[in-house]
């Protein structure tokens, strides 16, 4: 049995999750894929159809999205909020750049339970309005959610479109990811998440993250669904330094500045869109390059890239079946990477 079938299958008899998939990978040439367990405990085995919910790892899509739009002059990475957005002229948030939201430098806080109290797209956003800024823009590292909301709501206003569209046409199609999409076709097969108490039932086949169900529409942060075949189409397209199997999603220069380095003066490393590998307890592994990215989704999906060795990870799991209160998925996302860029390297 492969390392990493072996590591997952592992996994899985601890019951980390009820599903996984995997693929390493370059531009041209796939070293390992495959997926095993079932879309729910007790429910059918997963397929090459089953739809997963990408959770945050929509965030860098959207920044493709929005970086596609900065290559066409749409947007600048120095344009502000109150420069799209004319709600948060006069607010604290008015100034902060694109480039801020994109490395996560904002100061706007993240990891806001917002839906707790907001039950309505209105009511959401003018909660974020009013969220008091953890700093000046700029001065730390604060992963941040709620900034990529505004992010979302910024390409939207500067493009005139909506952001399932922008994605679609500018990332998605060009890449080669033909299932990806926000929320999952009649029909298709879901991977089940959490058992949720807010909801009162198992979530399958729609989005995981609250706020995102508040927002009822497509959004910065989350809420993209795909399957393995998409995934390792986003991780060739990366590997290609933007070029995807229909079209180029990046020019070589918009690459270029999408993955460069951005808070290396800071505690933590970030690109635009992406996470850099930390010096100590990066999730990304051992064994990927000190240039590589990568990003994770909070329903236990993950897709990291080493530039110089033209190689990606993709690993998808339902990490928060039932439950979201098993902290095990952080050693295996490391010791899949590891195994996954040790082969890339043969």
Request: one cysteine or more.
């Amino acid at each position: 049995m492969p390392v990493i079938e072996e590591l997952l299958t592992e996994a899985r008899r601890r019951r980390v999750f009820s599903a996984a998939a995997w693929s390493v990978g370059s531009a041209s040439e796939t070293f390992s894929r495959g997926l095993l367990g079932t879309t729910a405990w007790g429910s059918a085995g997963v397929t090459e159809d089953s739809r997963w919910d990408l959770a945050s790892v929509t965030k860098p899509i959207v920044a493709m999205a929005v970086l596609s739009l900065v290559e066409d002059g749409v947007l600048t990475l120095d344009d502000t909020i109150a420069d799209h957005l004319p709600e948060y002229a006069g607010t604290d948030k008015a100034g902060i750049r694109i480039r801020e939201l994109l490395a996560h430098t904002s100061g706007i806080p993240g990891q806001q339970p917002l839906w707790r109290w907001a039950r309505t797209r209105e009511e959401l956003l003018a909660a974020i309005r009013s969220l008091p800024l953890l700093g000046p823009p700029g001065a730390q590292v604060a992963y941040s959610s709620q900034g990529f909301i505004l992010l979302g709501l910024i390409a939207e206003a500067a493009a005139e479109a909506t952001l399932d569209v922008l994605v679609a046409e500018r990332v998605t199609r060009p890449a080669g990811m033909l299932g990806a999409a926000y929320g999952v076709p009649d029909r298709a097969p879901a991977v089940a998440t959490e058992d949720d108490p807010w909801r009162g039932r198992v979530v399958q086949g729609e989005v995981h993250d609250e706020n995102a169900v508040v927002l009822g529409a497509p959004a910065g942060h989350a809420g993209l669904f795909g399957t393995l075949a998409d995934l390792e189409a986003l991780g060739r397209t990366l590997c290609a330094r933007g070029c995807g199997a229909a079209g180029r999603v990046l020019s070589e220069a918009g690459y270029a500045a999408m993955i460069a380095p951005r808070t290396d003066h800071l505690t933590l490393r970030r690109t635009l869109g992406w996470q850099g590998v930390d010096p100590v307890d990066s999730v990304a592994g051992d064994l990927i390059g000190p240039r590589g990215y990568g990003h994770l989704g909070f329903t236990g999906t993950s897709l990291w890239v080493d530039p110089e060795r033209g190689a990606y990870v993709v690993l998808l799991t339902n990490r928060v079946h039932p439950t979201r209160q098993n902290p095990a998925i952080g050693r295996v996302r490391r010791a899949v990477n590891n195994a996954g860029f040790a082969l890339a390297s043969r």
